[in-house]
């Protein structure tokens, strides 16, 4: 029989150490024991629980009834279905390999935005209206880290120019939750989540399975799509010491086909992304969400086009937003299927996500539509 009240053990045997925790550190965010805490070295990503309370694979706090790190968890039993009930008012159909939502194209209409940004500088656009409009207090991101290095890591904007700066993807990893308490901290009640699938599904499960302030607080969720990230190994044993591709001299870097990156000297190279593909992050491997599925918003760049977004409106407060930076001239929008071809790939590449999602775990994110035949 199921435990009554999961946590800690349960999570650690069922995801921590099975193969199915992605790292995203909503658990240890939401850990009101402060006994959770988060490894980040290259290739780590993971949460660990302290030894002085219960072990490493237990809990003194669970076992005493906390069930907050459960609650919190995006890959937790059952919680593909219960966020999608949560989020679009019922259960997905099989045929919705990429989640419940529609798809336009979107691209912001400030040249600093536009450039700034990703293809097409959407998520900025959307980002600095909803700050400056007071629709959030403040956003979770990622940024480069101050050492020279390309490096992701946690951050907190509250200003235009803060978006700006940390604008752009990075293709390694950083749990982005993990700057919840400085945003907390600075007095933001109403936070925005930008990230991968992974962690835009953790407010959904922490408001659907009510794990308080922090579910409150996350108000605002940009999904980014996303096939998998990349061990920070790959910069020294790939781009460096194949390619000569220095890591203090990256500027910006995209995946069109192949790895695009773009050095201080203005030089653009290109690595085959097939070579890339030995240092998938672990916690990508059996990931099935490539499209943000539980995000308000979610967004990519997949179109023919380089300078538009792919964007998938999923909620009413992600309506209220595209609509809001519509009428305000921040955004120009065109019709998803304008872009047929960006439509096909997103629903093979969500397909191809879906299928890595183990047999051995919850059915739900196996699901897959018939094939003809």
């Keep these: ?137 403040a956003a979770l991101v990622s940024a480069l880290s101050g050492d020279g290095q390309w490096r992701a890591e946690p951050a907190v904007v509250r200003t235009r120019e803060e978006v700006l700066a940390t604008a752009g993807s990075r293709y390694t990893y950083s749990a982005n939750l993990l700057a919840y308490p400085a945003a907390a901290e600075g007095g933001a009640e109403r936070i925005a989540l930008v990230g991968m699938g992974c962690m835009a599904s953790a407010p959904g499960v922490m408001q659907v399975r009510k794990s308080g302030k922090i579910a409150r607080r996350l108000s605002l969720t940009i999904g980014l799509l996303c096939s998998k990230t990349f061990d920070d190994r790959i910069f020294d044993e790939l781009f460096e010491a194949r390619y000569g591709i220095a890591r203090a001299e990256i500027v910006k870097m995209n995946i069109k086909g192949v790895f695009q990156i773009w050095t201080r000297d203005g030089a653009v190279h290109e690595v085959p992304l097939k070579e890339a593909h030995e240092f998938t992050r672990e916690g990508c491997l059996h990931c099935p969400d490539f499209a943000a599925e539980h995000a308000d918003l979610s967004a ?38 304008e872009d047929p071809g960006a439509v096909a790939l997103l629903r093979k590449l969500a397909t191809v996500s879906r299928r890595r999602w183990p047999e051995s775990a919850d059915p739900g994110p196996r699901r897959l539509p018939v094939r003809p035949g």
């Design 300 to 337: 990519g760049g997949i179109g023919a086009d380089n300078d538009w977004t792919l964007v998938i409106v999923r909620t009413e407060l992600g309506r209220s937003l595209v609509a809001g930076l519509a009428a305000a001239g921040r955004i120009e929008v065109r019709p998803g299927d």
């Design 1 to 137: 029989m199921p435990v009554e009240k999961p946590h800690w053990k349960e999570l650690f045997s069922e995801v921590v150490t099975s193969g199915l925790c992605t790292g995203c550190a909503a658990c240890v965010v939401a850990c009101p024991h402060d006994v959770l805490e988060y490894d980040d070295p290259p290739g780590t990503y993971r949460p660990w629980h302290v030894d002085a309370d219960g072990g490493r694979s237990d809990c003194t706090h669970g076992e005493r009834g906390c069930t907050m790190c459960t609650r919190a968890c995006p890959r937790f039993r059952t919680w593909e279905r219960e966020i999608d009930v949560h989020r679009a008012g019922r259960e997905r159909h099989d045929d919705e390999v990429y989640g419940v939502g529609d798809v336009l194209l979107a691209r912001a209409t400030d040249p600093e935005e536009a450039a700034a940004g990703q293809d097409g500088g959407f998520v900025s656009a959307a980002l600095v209206y909803a700050l400056e409009n007071d629709l959030v207090d």
